[in-house]
């Protein structure tokens, strides 16, 4: 049985959802809950303006400034759970990145729109509504950061944006949590991997390393990586096709990223499935780190978190292989 006590604090940034000219995002978190005035009758709502930026424009350092009010919302009696608000384009990566680092077992619900308010059919409201419902819910604590639209529940870790319609986001490998039934969240999984609370990763970081994602394709030569590699990063994320493979072209650079001190990991541009080891390369003889089921843009995240800990690739696997 569902049981809502407390305040929900509502975490605005912007995005599609807030989005009343085909430009930017004009419309507060405040005018987006006067829009339901419903959630108010029913939750106690605490609102407050974060950033105000479509999703292709937040940076890092969003990300740290969200985990900082997230993690001293979380501490406050008076907060049953947080709900960000935030545009679609980038919300898998903000999400994942909040599960690794939110010290808290309350529910954290990134939530977003498909279609903008003025749209027909924008789907904004009915979201937000889930989203709320979803953060002020018991039975949703311990399940990491989760993702609420279209009536879905999401594990932070494994949904990813797949389209454009309202049926965008989808956790491809393992499906969804739950769902929203009658206005409120039913559970039927848990996410295994490491998260929130039994998350490797401090709460407390002020920058994070950088990385860069190299797109793989028919032909690819060698100078991509090579350029990436000499533009400052400290890891690079090789987005290959099928499983993760490296063509023979490429391998001589990549075995030198890593002898000149950069992590480099093997993930798909498929977006689905597992990154076997030791498969098509060797990847233990060679300093490789393995993607396991992540998507390039979130094996960055990792890599990016786990590079504050460590250089060492065995280490790093073992990041890989546990969140």
């Known amino acids: 049985m569902e049981t809502h006590t407390g305040n929900v604090l509502v975490l605005a940034t912007g995005g599609s959802i807030a989005q009343t000219s085909p430009d930017d995002p004009t419309l507060t978190g405040d005018a987006l809950l006067e829009a339901i005035p419903e959630l108010r009758d029913k ?23 969200l985990a900082i009010r997230i993690n001293k919302a979380a501490a406050d009696d008076q907060i049953q759970g947080i709900v960000v608000t935030h545009g679609t384009d980038t919300l898998e990566e903000t999400a994942f990145f909040l599960n690794l ?5 309350k529910p954290v619900v990134i939530v977003g729109a498909m279609r903008r ?13 889930d989203a709320v419902a979803t953060a002020s819910c018991r039975e949703a604590r311990g399940r990491g950061v989760l993702v609420v639209l279209n009536s879905e529940i999401h594990p932070a870790r494994d949904v990813t944006k797949t389209t454009f319609s309202l049926d965008a986001f989808k956790s491809r490998d393992f499906g969804p949590l739950g769902q929203m039934a009658n206005g409120r969240p039913i559970f039927y999984r848990r996410s295994e ?46 987005a290959g096709t099928g499983s993760g493979s490296l063509p023979k072209a490429i391998r001589p650079a990549a075995t030198a990223v890593v002898n000149n001190g950069l992590a480099f990991v093997r993930a798909s541009r498929v977006n689905c499935g597992y990154i076997k080891r030791n498969d098509e390369v060797d990847d ?40």
């Open 43 to 65: 939750f106690g709502i605490l609102v407050e303006q974060m950033a105000q930026v479509s999703s292709p424009d937040i940076t890092a350092e969003h990300w740290l400034e």
């Open 101 to 105: 680092i939110v010290k808290s077992d």
């Open 117 to 129: 308010p003025y749209a027909l059919g924008a789907d904004g409201a009915a979201n937000l509504h």
């Open 193 to 238: 991997r490491k998260h929130t609370l039994r998350s490797a990763f401090p709460s407390d970081l002020c920058r994070l390393p950088r990385v860069a994602i190299v797109y793989s394709h028919a032909g690819v030569t060698p100078d991509v990586l090579e350029a990436a590699a000499a533009s400052g990063y400290e890891g690079i994320v090789w």
């Open 284 to 323: 233990d003889a060679l300093g490789f780190i393995t993607a396991d089921s992540l998507n390039p843009q979130k094996a960055r995240i990792l890599l990016m978190l786990s590079l504050t800990q460590t250089n060492d690739p065995v280490k790093i696997q073992r990041f890989f292989d546990t969140h």
